[in-house]
């Protein structure tokens, strides 16, 4: 059984000019200790799906429903918000882009950490201090004896992701989401956090949802990738598959527009043309029809289905792509 | 072929001269760059790259140094020199809605850049401005719009129509694409790369992401805490990178594509950047260098040459010469 079951979530938030479908109809599974890339550009309702998942979507103005949406044998959609809160800091953990602001810039660092450990794990003044030591130190903080009493301008950005990933560890989550949570650090900072995240899911059998449009690091992390565009997967497949047969054009458009360090220098990038989707009045076709360079007659008459290529590999698309030339 | 600029042991402390504190962002630069071509400047956060790109533009004042453009050292030019130089010289930044001011409409604000300058006066200037819209690809009717309204792509490309204006030779852009998803990137990428094949621009190319870099520029220079630590030309040091900063930095880079991540080695470097108020002696790299030995604290390592345009400042480098 999968450790996280959602079918059919969607999510909207009303707004004076109409009702965005910021999530609309996203259908997925999460395996114990497997690591999920989600995919795609700004606006493409990653992040709301993360936060749907974490109930952290404000209602109103948002809405949130699903089919079912099951963590651990429990309906996520059926808690009140004190059990929401008691599943969030003791199962489920989030950590964010820009660990400033979820810091709070007037309480030190290890206070910040203790709380959680008090109120999640009831863990005495004593204890909760030893265990916040040994956080900092598995994230890879020196001397986090003394580093308990800085305040987060002390600390480096890196520094301070380390600290919100060992606060998201702090109660041994089983599921840990992490939203464009290196997308702000330097490359070899990166690296580390990355290191890090690899090491989690190793030794703890921890489930990752790894949010990035970073096509690199999700390449070097994920075991499957959901990509997303206009609040829907619109392909879904294991990492290797993913890059060798790309079968989304909206896929293979991102893979156009990522220079990369390796291989022969490109003359030009191809990047994806236009605007992201309107998510108030979506087409009643592919909603990558009008940005799509490989699109055929049938994505102008009807909205695509979803085709299976086998080995756990289906995208959303008409046109029939095949291998991806090396 | 001669240099359009020419930079000579440019330094930029903040802080009392030679008082403990004092943050030497840039300590001691030199480099130059064709016409026509694009020097990429790469590092981390805090190693300088930035400020040297405002010290050329004499937007910060560089405390010691050359700044040499087509003859004129821009750091001993006169307030009206520097502003007739500054319509040769421009800047982008990397958040473009930041730098655009939020009550002005498109218009007005590539219509401003004209203006300051006294270019296409009276019944040109309209025109002049639909004809800099269409340059950088942006639709005729967002000349009414306000920033606001524009995604951060299209503020981006006002940004560049603004640069663009004053008719500059050489532009400075600073982390131009590193906010935006990596479709629009890729966009903003190829126009930087259009404009400069059609005007004959120069780009100063200031970014962490290594990737963009090979992508855009001619010759690279590699900054760590206030110094260049190697430089050459684009296919040479992606090829063959000689300083252990460079490598450790290129392996951090993740490459799209799992099967070649799987048989990558990466360098993971220990630790943060240092104090820059307080660097390491010698080389400064030593305090996170996987190779470093005794003698790396001792001396500032000189430039040790690969070949005629390739150089970087390593002591271990000797040893296997």
């Known amino acids: 059984m999968p450790l996280l079951a959602v079918r059919n979530l969607r999510t909207r938030f009303a707004t004076d000019r109409g009702t965005v479908r910021a999530v609309d109809g996203v259908s997925f599974d999460l395996a114990e200790g497997e690591v999920l890339g989600l995919v795609g550009e700004s606006g493409s ?40 809160r008691e599943v969030r800091g003791a199962s489920m953990a989030m950590v964010f882009q820009d660990p400033m602001r ?10 910040q950490l203790v709380e959680v450990l008090q109120r999640h794990q009831k863990l005495g003044r004593q204890a909760a201090r030893r265990r916040a030591i040994e956080l900092l130190e598995m994230v890879g903080i020196p001397l986090a004896d003394k580093r308990l009493a800085a305040y987060p301008h002390q600390f480096s950005g890196g520094m301070r992701q380390r600290v919100m990933i060992a606060i998201a560890l702090s109660c041994n989550p089983r599921l840990l989401i992490a939203d464009e949570a290196t997308t702000a650090l330097d490359v070899t900072i990166q690296a580390q956090i990355v290191d890090l995240v690899k090491r989690l899911t190793r030794e703890r059998g921890t489930s990752v949802i790894w949010i990035s449009h970073d096509l690199g690091v999700v390449a070097n992390l994920c ?22 047969r790309p079968s989304h054009g909206y896929t293979l458009g991102l893979l156009g527009s990522t220079p990369r360090i390796d291989g022969p220098a490109l003359r030009r990038l191809s990047p994806i043309d236009g605007l992201p989707p309107n998510l108030i009045d979506p087409l009643p076709l592919c909603p990558f029809l009008p940005r799509c360079r490989v699109s055929v007659a049938a994505c102008r008459e009807r909205a695509p289905d979803r085709r299976d290529l086998g080995h756990e590999h289906w995208a959303t698309c008409f046109a029939e792509l095949g291998p991806r030339a090396p | 072929m001669t240099a359009l600029l020419q930079v000579d042991d440019l330094r930029v402390h903040f802080g009392p001269v030679g008082a403990p504190g004092t943050v030497k962002a840039v300590d001691g630069i030199s480099f130059s760059v064709e016409r026509g071509r694009t020097l990429g400047l790469v590092g981390e956060s805090g190693c300088g790259k930035s400020t040297t790109g405002y010290a050329i533009l004499q937007l910060v004042p ?54 300051i300058h006294g270019l296409h006066k009276g019944r040109a200037r309209a025109g002049r401005i639909h004809e800099l819209l269409d340059l950088v690809g942006l639709a005729g009717h967002l000349i009414e719009r306000y920033p606001h309204e524009l995604s951060g792509g299209q503020a981006q490309r006002v940004a560049i129509c603004r640069a663009l204006a004053v008719e500059p030779e050489l532009i400075v852009c600073d982390e131009p694409v590193s906010a935006l998803d990596v479709s629009i990137q890729a966009q903003i990428v190829n126009l930087l ?126 040893e296997g010469s």
Not at chain 2, 62 to 85: F, I, W
Not at chain 2, 210 to 228: C, E, F, N, P, T
């Open chain 1, 45 to 84: 309702g990653k992040s709301v799906t993360a936060l749907s998942i974490m109930r952290l979507v404000p209602e109103p103005p948002g809405r949130v429903t699903a089919d079912s949406m099951s963590f651990d044998g429990t309906d996520l959609l059926r808690l009140t918000e004190a059990q929401a």
């Open chain 1, 102 to 111: 979820s810091l709070n810039p007037v309480l030190s660092i290890g206070r």
């Open chain 1, 223 to 244: 075991d499957r990738v959901n990509v997303m565009y206009a609040g829907r997967i619109v392909e879904s497949a294991p990492i290797r598959d993913l890059f060798q």
């Open chain 2, 62 to 115: 560089p405390t010691t140094g050359r700044v040499l453009y087509g003859g004129t050292d821009l750091c001993r030019a006169d307030s009206g020199t520097l502003r007739r130089l500054r319509r040769k010289l421009q800047i982008i930044f990397q958040d473009a809605h930041a730098s655009l001011n939020p009550r002005m409409p498109i218009g007005d604000l590539v219509g401003e850049a004209l203006d």
């Open chain 2, 193 to 318: 790369q259009d404009l400069q094949e059609r005007l004959g621009l120069t780009y100063i190319f200031i970014s962490h992401d290594l990737s963009v870099v090979r992508h855009m520029s001619d010759q690279v220079a590699v900054m760590y805490l206030g110094k260049i630590v190697e430089m050459a030309g684009k296919d040479e040091i992606y090829a063959r990178p000689a300083h252990p900063y460079t490598k450790a930095l290129m392996s951090a880079i993740p490459v799209p594509d799992p099967d070649s991540e799987a048989q990558r080695q990466r360098i993971i470097l220990a630790g943060d950047l240092p104090n820059p108020a307080n660097p390491p002696s010698g080389c400064r790299f030593r305090t996170r260098c996987p190779i470093a030995i005794d003698a790396c604290a001792a001396t500032d390592p000189p430039p040790h040459a690969m070949s005629a345009t390739h150089w970087a400042k390593c002591i271990r480098l000797e």
